[in-house]
């Protein structure tokens, strides 16, 4: 069974510009997550996305939104973007289950430079 | 709030020696899932393993192993005999029972293993 691909993988933006990155999960997986790393702040959750409906958000501005399709692939969306926002991007799938015992399994990520 | 410490920011060991990585967690909760992680230098996390809070038994895996203490709010993970592919950054993460698929993370634990 193929893994969650991510694309792109690497990416080079400058400030004020928008970027969209797209999560394809494991075959049969509903639930998509999306959480950004950085030195500095760790791994922190972005949203969740189930039955093409956010269901969950982290902490961050308005600036930062995703969708979910039909097939359970998703993307996200910074605008306006800021030398703050170059991190790593991952994406996770699980198969939902109750309460939130489902084991999410990661994508390689998309690394975001902000120049 | 849920939190998760990792107190050992790096810790660096000589081949076949082995090694515990520490994990304390904090949450209200009383129903509960706990996973560990590793994120090789490629950038995607790794699942190595969940435990549910109501389900306190040991496990090991190989050269792996996990010790779960809900008197101590500890998830230990343990390596004998570590080698050179172990070398990577490991992650604590806690996950509510609220089906809320946020992951909580701890900051990580870098681990060199030297030849």
């Known amino acids: 069974k193929a893994g969650v691909t991510q694309t792109p993988r690497y990416l080079i933006k400058t400030r004020g510009q928008q970027v969209t990155l797209s999560c394809s999960p494991i075959?049969?997986?509903?639930?998509v997550s999306w959480y950004q790393q950085t030195p500095g702040q760790g791994l922190q959750f972005l949203f969740e996305?189930?039955?093409?409906?956010?269901?969950n958000k982290g902490n961050f501005p308005g600036r930062f939104s995703g969708r979910q399709f039909s097939n359970s692939r998703s993307e996200m969306n910074v605008s306006t973007l800021e030398l703050g926002d170059s991190a790593l991007y991952l994406c996770?799938?699980?198969?939902?289950?109750?309460?939130?015992?489902?084991?999410?399994?990661f994508g390689p990520g998309t690394r975001l430079t902000v120049l | 709030a849920q939190k998760v410490t990792q107190a050992q920011t790096e810790i660096s060991v000589v081949e076949k020696e082995d090694v515990t990585l520490d994990c304390v967690y904090e949450?209200?909760?009383?129903?509960?899932?706990l996973f560990w992680y590793k994120q090789p230098p490629s950038g995607e996390l790794v699942f190595l393993i969940r435990?549910?809070?109501?389900?306190?038994q040991n496990e090991i895996s190989g050269r792996y192993s996990w010790n779960f203490q809900k008197s101590t709010s500890s998830f230990n993970f343990t390596i004998t005999a570590s080698q050179v592919v172990d070398s990577a950054v490991y992650f604590c993460?806690?996950?509510?029972?609220?089906?809320?698929?946020?992951?909580?993370f701890g900051s990580g634990t870098r681990l060199q293993v030297q030849p």
């Open positions: 996770a799938s699980s198969m939902p289950l109750a309460g939130g015992q489902d084991t999410q399994y």
């Open positions: 075959s049969g997986h509903r639930s």
């Open positions: 996305y189930f039955s093409e409906t956010q269901r």
């Open positions: 949450t209200r909760d009383t129903t509960y899932y």
């Open positions: 435990r549910n809070s109501f389900d306190e």
């Open positions: 993460a806690l996950s509510e029972d609220t089906g809320r698929r946020a992951l909580t």
